[in-house]
């Protein structure tokens, strides 16, 4: 899609960290990782290195962990506080919890640092994490997404002397893994779906909670659709899911009850699909490398959010209009979500980038421009007492006040 077919979105404040290493796209988080109410970012590094920040500044650093490959940040105990999960290529999980207080220097005031609490040997070779409830039991699994194609479950097991990840289930893929995202299917039984090669996804239930349901090869209805040249097998893809509604958009395509999840190919497709149904589909002449979402408004619909190698990061919305933010700098790693930027104060929808200069950049307090622009005809199709009241005029009358409407009317002479 050219330049010229969508807005340009221009975001002015932002600040950087240095970050020296490198960084693997699933070794970055925001969450509230010391139970504040405050959102923090933490990034693990290829050199084992973990980076907690909060707010402007390097809040701990914790070092000697190995590659760094998934980090998730979660309720993982399901006992009401949130706890940092660090997984490393040669299988080590680390599991953190802030425990105490402590000053980063004698002025300063006290901020809560994490204490490593657990460290548990699972298979190595996690390339993707997840925190999700896949039984319907209310309480959080760890799922792990690894390199061998498979797809392992572990759930948090507490007993009076210590606590361990006790493995559930594994089910295999038949291709390499993109993402691992969790959603409900047409009876709200949750489920999951892995991403495959060439626009494909696998569908896993936990075959305790569903015994009767079976793992399935997601083949979209209306695939054939799309370019045959866009559908490469060999072309990785990536998946987000659990999209709030836009129930502004065209209840044709969804309403507000549907699970909608976006998917993004390596050689530039953009898709929002529901079920098993694609319900639009993009071609962006980008390498996208990441899907999120990201809510702008509060309580407001979800935006489909990819980012390129080159650092150009799309704004999507339901209806597929797009806004392009143009950052300037190639990217190695990209995340979005609510980041806290001072204390105490309301957390703002940001971009995270890190670029392959080795330096982080937060984009916050982001402020959309109008993804889509409707013409004045459309307006009056929509509005049912427009378009009875137009109904009384004809020709050239009619696009005499069509006209008159879009290029003379002032409402400050009313």
Known sequence: MDDNEMNIATFVDFF??????????????????????EIELVIGSVEGDLFIFKG???????SGLGIITAIAIGDLMNC????????????????????????????????????????????????????GDIDSDGMLELIVGLTDRVVRSYRWSQSAAAGRLVPLHKWECANQIGSIILIKDVKNRPCLLVSQPGVTAMRFYCPIAFPELIEKTIEYE????????????????????DLKVDINCDQELF?????????????????????????????IDQELFIISKLSIADGGPDYLIT??????????????QHAKFKFG?????????????????????????????????????????????QSLSKCIENDNHLSTYMEKYEGPSKKKLIRDCLYKYNPNKM
């Open 16 to 37: 950087d960290f240095e970050l020296p290493g490198n960084v693997f796209n699933s070794a970055i988080a925001l969450g509230d990782v010391d139970n504040d109410n």
């Open 56 to 62: 402007h500044r390097l809040i701990q650093k914790i």
């Open 80 to 131: 009401g506080s949130n706890a940092l999960i660090v997984i490393s290529g040669d299988g080590w999980c680390h599991i953190y919890l802030c425990l105490k207080f402590s000053k980063l220097d004698p002025s300063d005031e006290c901020v809560m640092k994490l204490e490593p609490v657990h460290d548990q040997r699972i298979p190595a070779n996690t390339k993707v994490i997840l925190l």
């Open 222 to 241: 209306n695939e054939n659709e799309l370019p045959i040249e866009l559908l490469n097998p060999s072309i990785s893809s990536v998946m987000i899911g």
């Open 255 to 283: 309403d507000k009850n549907d699970h909608l999840y976006g998917i993004a190919s390596l050689n530039g497709l953009v898709m929002l699909a529901k079920k098993e149904t694609i319900l639009w589909s993009k071609n």
């Open 307 to 320: 980012c390129s190698l080159n650092g150009d990061t799309l704004i999507i919305d339901q209806k597929s």
């Open 329 to 373: 700098e190639s990217v190695s790693a990209f995340c979005c979500g609510m980041y806290t930027v001072k204390p105490n104060t309301k957390s703002m929808p940001s971009f995270v980038l890190i670029t392959n200069s080795q330096k982080v950049y937060i984009y916050y307090g982001l402020k959309l421009p109008n993804t889509c622009v």
